[in-house]
């Protein structure tokens, strides 16, 4: 598989000390509630939340929590229906799809779980789709060295595995160094083997770059590798705590 | 009822595609109606003609003679197969309309007292029939009525044989000879200056001193007997008379330019329709092959849980179906208005008492049929790969199958190239046939606005060749009797003549083998310059010294070629055969007119140095006091400007041909539409994700709608030259389907005509990419994303 694991990942990485770091999203009071047909369906109840520069956090919880309606709003793809996100200053809740175009283009990299690569463009091109928008990236080559795909980069995606997909789409996350990047169910579609990579790959852009990063999980056992753990149930935050220790993706068994 | 889930199923999947689904059931409805419109207006007028005919026993064969007993008839009546014979007498002259400055033409047709019992009967529109013992108690036709303001009570003024006359119009009337007035040496019809008039055979017998003789004989026959028979033995009894030759209704002018009329239409009412349902036949494919490739799971599932292969197919087909239904019950009743608006329009400058519209319910049900078939063919056609899948196969998504093709051996182009125009590339390169069909289908659209366009120009070509480069007088004068080429110069002294020019103008035909065509001789002097001889593609030939110069077309028709001798029948006066060489072909568009130098064509005539028409080129200050003059000739039989010529033979096609070509084009506005627009709204669909996904890496709209736009704009640009290509193919479909003796259409295509498909398609494509740009600024990212592609 050719997949080479940085030696950073093997050391125990302490994630930001809560007292010194920077908060990069301050979430204030946000519901979220869509209308389907006739009814309304809560999907956040008030949530309050504050991240850190620089954390890994999982998000944690069953289907239909909230998890991902809170990722997207962090992540400038959906608005609160009431509430205040705070990005450094910055008020999410009162920009305009422009803004919010401009703020995904500048700040944010996506992972999702069914990869979303373009089948017509190489996994270089993939990557290059978000270089070209961006001043102070990293070249196509060095994100996908990033992620251990260095040497697959002309390759398409029909000629890749699932888990080299998700990394291509890793690295292309990350290529504009986002100072957040946001992991939907990255291993939803994969084997554990292949998971462990992926999120081996995703810890190793986060201790390295320092990249803020919040992952959607309903997998317990992933929340091991977090800095920080949340809970989500029907809308709202039910746990918050913190991991003493980081563990390695590899350690992980589920 | 239950109602099964497939079929509710059906409703949802109706509902969800419902713009699609209407842009297709609007070209449907298009298509449709335009084929019930043109072919129940035809229809209408082929049996309002057939109507009229009948009950007013229009003749089969007729021959113009010298003088002949009345008893003649008698001898006709003993020919096998003929069943009535009428004799009687035909005169030509001129009128004075003090309210028109040209010279009239007059046709004066002598009939009994009493209506009804004879062939070639009159209706009478208004006013009351002839009563005998009042002399100059005259009917007139109701074009010419209409035209000139003509009501009974009103007195006309004409020259007869050299009498002048004061006729009394005591009614109006219709004659199923002159459903269409043309003029006798005449090719289209002039209602405002050619006029027939009926009046009391006593009263012109006396005008032209033929008591108890006849000059024109009608005759109708049973159709037991071969008419080239009957032609025969009429010919042979009236040789002794100066029979000019008989002839049947297919050299009858009014029949001659009614079937001119109705055989265009009949056309158009297959040919039009025949492209929409083509059309109609590409945007199910376009959309159900999408459909389909979206729901391959859902089918898979469907055949995992036991549904037939036969049940799936009729949930796709029932589909295609009711979106066609949908079409043909909105079309069809807007078909049956055009067609009773267009009947009723027609009728205004066809001449029939009755206009029979009736609804033809078989052709209506014939047309759906039609249109069903091809559409329900089309879709199991598309349908036929994913019904063969096993439901395994079928149920696990399309494997991503990008592989490098060929446009990704050009690295260096590619390279320069953006991700996203990459991306374009890349996605019609892979897809070749998807790619073509769209192209094909866009290229449609254009060619069927060229097809609405091209009949115009065509026409707009025809005249510019006839009435501008061909001919350069402005009036002709038409000689009672043919006169000595030393006389001529008499015509340059009348007032405002600046240049004459004698010709001669003889009726005649063609005879090969068993085949004959009915010609006008035209002898032309070889210095000539008021009259040339130029083909379509404005190519001018000059008269030959010595043989004919014969019509392309014709002599494909004849199978006649250059060098070669040709009988020529002689129609006028004394009826003889004469033989000649034909000395080359000219592609004229117009008629079938044979050319020859004005001294042959006198020595074949046997009356060597005589003109019989002079062309006249005048000072336009002047034309009043010349046309004064002439109205006052009694040795001019007619006169016939060249301005009033163009604007009669204008009329024409716009009248009939215009109106079916707007339509067209409205048309071929809503298929360039519903194309473009399907086409665009498919393209959104099958990039939903990645232009999601584009977003959510921050690109904006605007970008995202660029890749889109440009993919169709990459589909786009080359449709448009195959589409001018393509219009161009079915134009010479279209002109070989309307090509007639009258009229030729030369195969044109104007630039303007390319410019508007052009404008129309591009109008098209910017309403459907601002639709879809809509579309994609409501694109749901976060569900698109979700959803595995």
């Given at each position: 598989?050719?997949?080479?694991?940085?030696?950073?990942?093997?050391?125990?990485?302490?994630?930001?000390?809560?007292?010194?770091?920077?908060?990069?999203?301050?979430?204030?009071?946000?519901?979220?509630?869509?209308?389907?047909?006739?009814?309304?369906?809560?999907?956040?109840?008030?949530?309050?939340?504050?991240?850190?520069?620089?954390?890994?956090?999982?998000?944690?919880?069953?289907?239909?929590?909230?998890?991902?309606?809170?990722?997207?709003?962090?992540?400038?793809?959906?608005?609160?229906?009431?509430?205040?996100?705070?990005?450094?200053?910055?008020?999410?809740?009162?920009?305009?799809?422009?803004?919010?175009?401009?703020?995904?283009?500048?700040?944010?990299?996506?992972?999702?779980?069914?990869?979303?690569?373009?089948?017509?463009?190489?996994?270089?091109?993939?990557?290059?789709?978000?270089?070209?928008?961006?001043?102070?990236?990293?070249?196509?080559?060095?994100?996908?060295?990033?992620?251990?795909?260095?040497?697959?980069?002309?390759?398409?995606?029909?000629?890749?595995?699932?888990?080299?997909?998700?990394?291509?789409?890793?690295?292309?996350?990350?290529?504009?160094?986002?100072?957040?990047?946001?992991?939907?169910?990255?291993?939803?579609?994969?084997?554990?083997?292949?998971?462990?990579?992926?999120?081996?790959?995703?810890?190793?852009?986060?201790?390295?770059?320092?990249?803020?990063?919040?992952?959607?999980?309903?997998?317990?056992?992933?929340?091991?590798?977090?800095?920080?753990?949340?809970?989500?149930?029907?809308?709202?935050?039910?746990?918050?705590?913190?991991?003493?220790?980081?563990?390695?993706?590899?350690?992980?068994?589920? | 009822?239950?109602?099964?889930?497939?079929?509710?199923?059906?409703?949802?999947?109706?509902?969800?595609?419902?713009?699609?689904?209407?842009?297709?059931?609007?070209?449907?409805?298009?298509?449709?109606?335009?084929?019930?419109?043109?072919?129940?207006?035809?229809?209408?007028?082929?049996?309002?003609?057939?109507?009229?005919?009948?009950?007013?026993?229009?003749?089969?064969?007729?021959?113009?003679?010298?003088?002949?007993?009345?008893?003649?008839?008698?001898?006709?009546?003993?020919?096998?197969?003929?069943?009535?014979?009428?004799?009687?007498?035909?005169?030509?002259?001129?009128?004075?309309?003090?309210?028109?400055?040209?010279?009239?033409?007059?046709?004066?047709?002598?009939?009994?007292?009493?209506?009804?019992?004879?062939?070639?009967?009159?209706?009478?529109?208004?006013?009351?029939?002839?009563?005998?013992?009042?002399?100059?108690?005259?009917?007139?036709?109701?074009?010419?009525?209409?035209?000139?303001?003509?009501?009974?009570?009103?007195?006309?003024?004409?020259?007869?044989?050299?009498?002048?006359?004061?006729?009394?119009?005591?009614?109006?009337?219709?004659?199923?000879?002159?459903?269409?007035?043309?003029?006798?040496?005449?090719?289209?019809?002039?209602?405002?200056?050619?006029?027939?008039?009926?009046?009391?055979?006593?009263?012109?017998?006396?005008?032209?001193?033929?008591?108890?003789?006849?000059?024109?004989?009608?005759?109708?026959?049973?159709?037991?007997?071969?008419?080239?028979?009957?032609?025969?033995?009429?010919?042979?009894?009236?040789?002794?008379?100066?029979?000019?030759?008989?002839?049947?209704?297919?050299?009858?002018?009014?029949?001659?330019?009614?079937?001119?009329?109705?055989?265009?239409?009949?056309?158009?009412?297959?040919?039009?329709?025949?492209?929409?349902?083509?059309?109609?036949?590409?945007?199910?494919?376009?959309?159900?092959?999408?459909?389909?490739?979206?729901?391959?799971?859902?089918?898979?599932?469907?055949?995992?849980?036991?549904?037939?292969?036969?049940?799936?197919?009729?949930?796709?087909?029932?589909?295609?179906?009711?979106?066609?239904?949908?079409?043909?019950?909105?079309?069809?009743?807007?078909?049956?208005?055009?067609?009773?608006?267009?009947?009723?329009?027609?009728?205004?400058?066809?001449?029939?008492?009755?206009?029979?519209?009736?609804?033809?319910?078989?052709?209506?049900?014939?047309?759906?049929?039609?249109?069903?078939?091809?559409?329900?063919?089309g879709a199991l056609w598309t349908l036929r790969?994913?019904?063969?899948?096993?439901?395994?196969?079928?149920?696990?998504?399309?494997?991503?199958?990008?592989r490098p093709t060929v446009i990704d051996r050009?690295?260096?182009?590619?390279?320069?190239?953006?991700?996203?125009?990459?991306?374009?590339?890349?996605?019609?390169?892979?897809?070749?046939?998807?790619?073509?069909?769209?192209?094909?289908?866009?290229?449609?659209?254009?060619?069927?606005?060229?097809?609405?366009?091209?009949?115009?120009?065509?026409?707009?070509?025809?005249?510019?060749?006839?009435?501008?480069?061909?001919?350069?007088?402005?009036?002709?004068?038409?000689?009672?009797?043919?006169?000595?080429?030393?006389?001529?110069?008499?015509?340059?002294?009348?007032?405002?003549?600046?240049?004459?020019?004698?010709?001669?103008?003889?009726?005649?035909?063609?005879?090969?083998?068993?085949?004959?065509?009915?010609?006008?001789?035209?002898?032309?002097?070889?210095?000539?310059?008021?009259?040339?001889?130029?083909?379509?593609?404005?190519?001018?030939?000059?008269?030959?010294?010595?043989?004919?110069?014969?019509?392309?077309?014709?002599?494909?028709?004849?199978?006649?070629?250059?060098?070669?001798?040709?009988?020529?029948?002689?129609?006028?006066?004394?009826?003889?055969?004469?033989?000649?060489?034909?000395?080359?072909?000219?592609?004229?568009?117009?008629?079938?007119?044979?050319?020859?130098?004005?001294?042959?064509?006198g020595r074949l005539l046997e009356e060597p140095?005589?003109?019989?028409?002079?062309?006249?080129?005048?000072?336009?200050?002047?034309?009043?006091?010349?046309?004064?003059?002439?109205?006052?000739?009694?040795?001019?039989?007619?006169?016939?400007?060249?301005?009033?010529?163009?604007?009669?033979?204008?009329?024409?096609?716009?009248?009939?041909?215009?109106?079916?070509?707007?339509?067209?084009?409205?048309?071929?506005?809503?298929?360039?539409?519903?194309?473009?627009?399907?086409?665009?709204?498919?393209?959104?669909?099958?990039?939903?994700?990645?232009?999601?996904?584009?977003?959510?890496?921050?690109?904006?709209?605007?970008?995202?709608?660029?890749?889109?736009?440009?993919?169709?704009?990459?589909?786009?640009?080359?449709?448009?030259?195959?589409?001018?290509?393509?219009?161009?193919?079915?134009?010479?479909?279209?002109?070989?389907?309307?090509?007639?003796?009258?009229?030729?259409?030369?195969?044109?295509?104007?630039?303007?005509?390319?410019?508007?498909?052009?404008?129309?398609?591009?109008?098209?494509?910017?309403?459907?990419?601002?639709?879809?740009?809509?579309?994609?600024?409501?694109?749901?990212?976060?569900?698109?994303?979700?959803?595995?592609?």
């Amino acid at each position: 598989m050719g997949v080479h694991v940085h030696e950073m990942a093997q050391i125990d990485v302490n994630g930001p000390s809560p007292a010194t770091a920077e908060t990069v999203f301050r979430v204030t009071a946000i519901t979220k509630t869509y209308r389907m047909g006739d009814m309304q369906v809560a999907a956040l109840r008030g949530v309050d939340l504050s991240l850190l520069a620089g954390e890994l956090v999982v998000l944690l919880g069953p289907s239909g929590s909230g998890k991902s309606t809170l990722l997207n709003i962090i992540g400038g793809l959906d608005v609160p229906t009431s509430g205040q996100v705070d990005y450094r200053g910055h008020d999410l809740t009162a920009a305009d799809d422009s803004a919010l175009t401009r703020y995904r283009r500048d700040h944010v990299g996506f992972v999702f779980q069914f990869y979303n690569l373009v089948s017509t463009l190489t996994a270089r091109e993939n990557v290059a789709l978000v270089t070209d928008l961006s001043e102070r990236s990293f070249t196509p080559e060095e994100a996908l060295d990033l992620v251990g795909m260095g040497h697959r980069l002309d390759h398409f995606p029909s000629q890749l595995s699932g888990g080299e997909q998700q990394r291509v789409a890793i690295a292309r996350a990350i290529a504009k160094r986002p100072d957040v990047l946001l992991c939907d169910e990255p291993t939803g579609a994969l084997d554990i083997t292949t998971g462990k990579v992926v999120l081996s790959a995703i810890a190793d852009i986060n201790a390295k770059l320092k990249t803020t990063t919040v992952l959607i999980t309903h997998n317990a056992a992933i929340a091991a590798m977090a800095d920080r753990v949340l809970q989500l149930a029907d809308g709202r935050i039910v746990g918050d705590q913190r991991n003493a220790r980081r563990a390695v993706p590899q350690e992980l068994q589920w | 009822m239950v109602i099964s889930a497939l079929d509710r199923k059906l409703v949802h999947d109706l509902a969800k595609m419902k713009m699609q689904a209407l842009a297709i059931a609007l070209v449907v409805a298009s298509g449709i109606a335009l084929f019930v419109g043109t072919a129940t207006t035809s229809r209408a007028l082929r049996l309002s003609e057939e109507r009229f005919y009948e009950d007013h026993r229009f003749a089969h064969v007729w021959s113009r003679l010298a003088r002949a007993p009345e008893t003649v008839a008698t001898r006709l009546s003993a020919i096998p197969g003929v069943t009535a014979v009428e004799g009687r007498l035909v005169a030509q002259g001129v009128l004075d309309l003090p309210h028109v400055a040209e010279p009239a033409t007059g046709l004066f047709i002598a009939i009994p007292p009493t209506p009804g019992h004879r062939l070639n009967d009159v209706y009478i529109r208004r006013g009351r029939h002839l009563e005998s013992g009042s002399a100059n108690e005259v009917l007139v036709n109701e074009a010419f009525a209409e035209k000139n303001g003509l009501a009974p009570g009103d007195v006309v003024r004409a020259i007869i044989a050299g009498h002048q006359v004061v006729l009394h119009i005591v009614g109006v009337a219709l004659s199923p000879e002159f459903v269409m007035p043309v003029p006798p040496g005449g090719l289209v019809p002039d209602e405002r200056r050619f006029g027939v008039f009926w009046l009391a055979h006593d009263r012109l017998a006396d005008l032209l001193s033929m008591q108890g003789a006849t000059n024109d004989i009608a005759i109708r026959v049973s159709g037991t007997e071969p008419e080239a028979g009957i032609i025969a033995a009429v010919d042979r009894e009236l040789e002794p008379y100066g029979g000019q030759g008989a002839f049947g209704r297919t050299s009858h002018p009014s029949h001659v330019m009614l079937e001119d009329h109705i055989t265009p239409l009949s056309a158009l009412a297959v040919v039009v329709p025949a492209i929409f349902i083509g059309v109609v036949v590409f945007l199910i494919n376009v959309v159900l092959s999408r459909l389909i490739t979206t729901e391959r799971s859902q089918i898979g599932m469907m055949k995992a849980f036991g549904y037939s292969n036969t049940s799936i197919a009729r949930h796709y087909l029932l589909l295609v179906l009711s979106i066609i239904s949908g079409g043909i019950v909105f079309g069809v009743p807007i078909g049956v208005w055009m067609g009773q608006f267009m009947s009723d329009w027609f009728a205004t400058f066809f001449r029939f008492p009755v206009l029979v519209f009736r609804l033809e319910l078989p052709m209506v049900v014939g047309g759906a049929a039609v249109m069903l078939g091809a559409s329900a063919l089309g879709a199991l056609w598309t349908l036929r790969g994913v019904i063969d899948l096993p439901p395994v196969v079928a149920m696990a998504p399309p494997a991503p199958t990008y592989r490098p093709t060929v446009i990704d051996r050009f690295g260096l182009i590619m390279h320069l190239c953006a991700p996203s125009t990459r991306m374009i590339l890349r996605s019609v390169t892979r897809h070749p046939g998807r790619a073509f069909s769209t192209a094909a289908g866009l290229s449609g659209a254009i060619a069927i606005v060229i097809l609405g366009g091209f009949l115009a120009d065509a026409i707009d070509r025809i005249i510019d060749v006839r009435f501008r480069a061909q001919q350069k007088q402005d009036l002709s004068v038409v000689l009672a009797q043919a006169r000595s080429l030393e006389t001529w110069r008499d015509f340059e002294s009348l007032p405002g003549v600046r240049l004459a020019e004698p010709y001669r103008a003889v009726s005649a035909r063609l005879l090969v083998g068993e085949r004959f065509q009915d010609v006008r001789l035209i002898g032309l002097e070889e210095s000539s310059q008021l009259r040339l001889i130029v083909d379509k593609n404005y190519r001018t030939m000059s008269v030959p010294p010595e043989g004919a110069l014969i019509n392309a077309w014709l002599g494909a028709q004849l199978g006649l070629r250059p060098g070669q001798q040709v009988a020529i029948e002689i129609r006028e006066r004394q009826r003889r055969v004469v033989n000649t060489r034909i000395a080359g072909v000219i592609d004229e568009p117009v008629g079938t007119d044979v050319y020859m130098n004005l001294r042959t064509l006198g020595r074949l005539l046997e009356e060597p140095n005589t003109f019989s028409a002079v062309n006249l080129f005048v000072d336009p200050v002047r034309e009043l006091e010349l046309f004064s003059v002439l109205k006052r000739a009694p040795q001019a039989l007619g006169v016939e400007t060249r301005k009033i010529a163009l604007a009669n033979f204008r009329a024409m096609p716009d009248e009939s041909i215009g109106f079916i070509r707007r339509i067209e084009t409205i048309f071929a506005i809503i298929i360039a539409f519903g194309v473009v627009y399907n086409t665009a709204r498919i393209a959104v669909a099958e990039r939903a994700h990645e232009l999601a996904t584009l977003r959510v890496l921050g690109y904006t709209r605007r970008e995202i709608s660029a890749v889109l736009l440009g993919e169709i704009g990459v589909l786009a640009v080359p449709a448009i030259p195959i589409g001018c290509a393509l219009g161009f193919g079915l134009s010479v479909i279209v002109t070989s389907a309307v090509s007639t003796d009258l009229l030729r259409m030369p195969l044109v295509v104007a630039p303007p005509t390319y410019a508007f498909a052009i404008l129309v398609f591009a109008a098209a494509a910017l309403g459907s990419a601002l639709v879809v740009r809509r579309r994609l600024d409501h694109l749901d990212l976060v569900h698109v994303l979700k959803v595995r592609e």
